[in-house]
């Protein structure tokens, strides 16, 4: 199976905070990687495809690049909304498995 | 488009738990559903996915044997079967359906499986 490995862990930010979460896959994976935001109790919410194409109705704060093996997730100016736990996803092959989640505190 | 779930379910180690997933608002046929399962306080996991147009599917290698993917076209619903349960697959299981972007864009409100003796 792909090994999905997330950075940091943990993040404490302030609204308005530019924040970045990078994903790193352990093959290539091409830009077969999802981005998902899960709030507390809540279902995940699919954020970004395709390593950075926005998923419809997803705000245009939210960002993704990347490609290969690293990959990054941004949200250029953190909204009270936006504290949850992400998660990164494989699609390059089955099972297609997600990193370990990166919670976003508020500062 | 909404997807309603089947209620909590407490299972003893050794049965079978069959999770629903009732879809409206669209048509049912025109997209794919995947299965996602979330333990206590832990991450996702991937569990497999079905095409509602003609039932194939694909599952992950750690449940293929233990999982069943099923739908119901007459009734706009998806099943997940899972069979010979063991205490780490309590946890909450979410469907999920493709959205036009082929990835899962819109999800159940989940169901616990509690797996207890």
């Given at each position: 199976?792909i090994?999905?490995t997330?950075?940091p862990?943990s993040?404490?930010?302030?609204?308005?905070?530019?924040v970045?979460?990078t994903?790193?896959?352990?093959?290539?994976?091409?830009?077969y990687?999802?981005?998902?935001q899960?709030?507390?109790?809540?279902?995940?919410?699919l954020?970004?495809?395709?390593?950075s194409?926005?998923q419809s109705e997803v705000?245009?704060?939210?960002?993704?690049g990347?490609?290969?093996?690293h990959f990054t997730l941004?949200?250029?100016s953190l909204?009270?909304e936006d504290f949850?736990?992400?998660?990164?996803q494989q699609?390059d092959?089955i099972?297609?498995?997600f990193?370990?989640?990166?919670r976003?505190?508020i500062? | 488009v909404q997807l309603?779930?089947?209620?909590?379910e407490?299972?003893?180690?050794g049965a079978?738990?069959k999770?629903?997933?009732?879809?409206?608002g669209y048509?049912?046929?025109?997209?794919g559903?995947t299965w996602v399962r979330?333990?206590?306080?832990?991450g996702?996991?991937?569990?497999?996915w079905?095409?509602?147009y003609?039932g194939?599917?694909k599952?992950?290698?750690?449940?293929?044997?233990?999982?069943?993917?099923?739908?119901?076209?007459?009734?706009?619903?998806?099943?997940?079967?899972l069979?010979?349960?063991k205490?780490d697959?309590?946890?909450?299981?979410y469907?999920a359906?493709?959205?036009?972007?082929?990835?899962?864009?819109?999800?159940?409100?989940?169901?616990?499986v509690?797996?207890?003796?």
């Amino acid at each position: 199976d792909i090994q999905m490995t997330q950075s940091p862990s943990s993040l404490s930010a302030s609204i308005g905070d530019r924040v970045t979460i990078t994903c790193r896959a352990s093959q290539s994976i091409s830009v077969y990687l999802n981005w998902y935001q899960q709030r507390p109790g809540k279902a995940p919410n699919l954020l970004i495809y395709a390593a950075s194409s926005l998923q419809s109705e997803v705000p245009s704060r939210f960002s993704g690049g990347g490609s290969g093996t690293h990959f990054t997730l941004t949200i250029s100016s953190l909204q009270p909304e936006d504290f949850a736990t992400y998660y990164c996803q494989q699609t390059d092959s089955i099972p297609y498995t997600f990193g370990q989640g990166t919670r976003v505190d508020i500062k | 488009v909404q997807l309603v779930q089947s209620g909590a379910e407490v299972k003893k180690p050794g049965a079978s738990a069959k999770v629903s997933c009732k879809a409206s608002g669209y048509t049912f046929t025109s997209y794919g559903f995947t299965w996602v399962r979330q333990a206590p306080g832990q991450g996702l996991e991937w569990m497999g996915w079905m095409s509602a147009y003609n039932g194939n599917t694909k599952y992950a290698p750690k449940f293929q044997g233990r999982v069943t993917m099923t739908r119901d076209t007459s009734t706009s619903t998806a099943h997940m079967e899972l069979r010979s349960l063991k205490s780490d697959d309590t946890a909450i299981y979410y469907c999920a359906r493709d959205s036009p972007s082929g990835w899962p864009g819109y999800w159940g409100q989940g169901t616990l499986v509690t797996v207890s003796s």
